[in-house]
């Protein structure tokens, strides 16, 4: 099993104390701490060879574009990509379901449905929502349950031939319900419709297949596996990616440009414009091989034991409810405390060393659902303790007894 205090000698952040405490990072769904692997891997690059990729002949140049290219391979294989040119380098899940949903504006008519779940970030229900105000088409919501759960029969119902992309989370990142996609691509491949998935929560947990998934997008944010800000991936399948336009005009993306007439580039360059986080992408994959050394099976494994223990732990509390009660789910904890406002809670267990997010988590439908302002969101990752659970126990019942 997982020798704990070893990993968490690999994270320079928890060496330090917070509010004259020893830190509690339970705010993983937000962004996840990097370790040395990574910090370091990133000053090396630019002490050893930085350089722009893809257009020098010099050595350096050359040394960027391979160590660029070979993380893109080491991705490829991680998700089971077919092809690496399915691998797209973008900025993160954001820049990814932007770049998809601006795309499809030239497949779409008036009255043509666009699918989004009513478990979804922001970040995938506002790109969807501009997309159908530009083309008339219609958005429409798969329903969720008390339980925080899609309703299986509800999307069954809404799928037809009208529906032409269904969009949903792997895992959603409020409430931490993983989501039945391969069951849900195979319905909406049954009417022809396309399925893009937001992997931002799922990527930290496991490792997605996407070939026997048979998404036709997936996408994902390299800071929330241990990886720098501003990079991620987004994966299409070759069929569609040929299909779909540009997204951004530049460098990089272009085969020949005159004042007449521009043609694209192959994939990926064709949505690579300009120059890309370099140091970044080459440190995504030394993010993604140090959580392979560390091994998926035993994250996912650990990670549910401190969900297991700290939702009991956290029932212990007298009014503590907690919202996302699927019995598939992954190790994030949405609740609050009966008649107290969750701002006022966190603000007190911050000055305690302990860091969860408050608020609606750019998930605001959600919110809604359940008639609240927002929630705590204790979410754990792999080098999280039993004892910090129990920290963050400890302080949630004094701020509930300075607030009640
Ligand atoms: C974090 C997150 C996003 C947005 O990711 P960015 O890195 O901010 O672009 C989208 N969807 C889900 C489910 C997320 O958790």
């Known amino acids: 099993m997982l020798d704990i205090q070893k990993i968490r000698n690999d994270f320079p952040i928890f060496y330090q104390k917070v509010n004259g405490k020893p ?47 070979a993380s893109r391979l080491k991705i490829q294989q991680h998700i089971n990509a077919k092809f690496s040119h399915e691998v797209l380098f973008i900025s993160g899940t954001t820049h990814g379901i932007n770049l998809v949903a601006n795309g499809f504006a030239s497949f779409l008519k008036l009255d043509d449905e666009v699918m989004v779940s009513a478990l979804e970030h922001h970040s995938n ?21 008390e339980n925080g759960e899609l309703i299986q029969s509800e999307y069954e119902r809404l799928l037809s031939d009208k529906t032409k992309i269904v969009t949903v989370n792997h895992i959603s990142n409020a409430l931490g319900t993983i989501n039945p996609i391969k069951w849900m691509i195979e319905k909406a491949h049954k009417v022809g419709a396309a399925v893009l998935i937001d992997g931002a929560q799922a990527t930290p947990h496991l490792k997605p297949d ?26 299409g399948k070759e069929d569609w990616l040929n299909k779909l336009p540009p997204y951004q005009g530049g460098g990089e993306m272009i085969a020949t440009v005159s004042f007449e007439k521009t043609t694209y580039a192959e994939l990926p360059h064709k949505f690579e414009a300009g120059t890309p986080n370099i140091a970044g992408g080459i440190v995504l994959g030394t993010a993604i091989d140090y959580l392979n050394e560390i091994g998926f ?38 609740f609050n405390i009966d008649g107290i406002h969750p701002y006022d809670v966190g603000t007190i267990i911050d000055k305690l060393g302990i860091a969860v997010r408050t608020g609606h988590h750019c998930a605001q439908p959600i919110m809604d659902f359940y008639k609240i302002p927002g929630t705590l969101r204790a ?26």
Request: hydrophobic share 40%; net charge negative.
């Open 125 to 145: 229900i506002v790109p969807w929502q501009m997309l159908c105000e530009k083309t008339g088409a219609k958005l429409v919501v798969i329903p969720m349950n």
């Open 210 to 235: 996407v070939q026997d998934l048979d998404c036709d997008f997936y996408v994902f944010s390299g800071h929330k596996i241990c990886g720098p800000t501003g990079t991620g991936i987004l994966y």
């Open 379 to 404: 979410s754990f990752a792999f080098y999280n303790t039993k004892e910090e659970i129990d920290a963050l126990v400890q302080a949630v019942k004094k701020a509930k007894m300075m607030l009640l």
């Open 297 to 334: 099976d035993n994250i996912a494994a650990y990670e549910n034991e401190l969900l297991e223990y700290g939702t009991n732990r956290l029932l212990e509390i007298e009014g503590l409810k907690i919202y996302g009660t699927s019995n598939q789910k992954t190790s994030v904890i949405s």
């Open 23 to 69: 830190l509690v990072y339970f705010d993983n769904a937000a962004t996840s701490q990097k370790p040395t692997q990574v910090i370091e891997a990133e000053a090396n690059y630019y002490k050893e060879i930085n350089a722009n990729i893809h257009r020098g002949v010099h050595t350096l140049s050359q040394l960027a574009t391979d160590a660029y290219e």
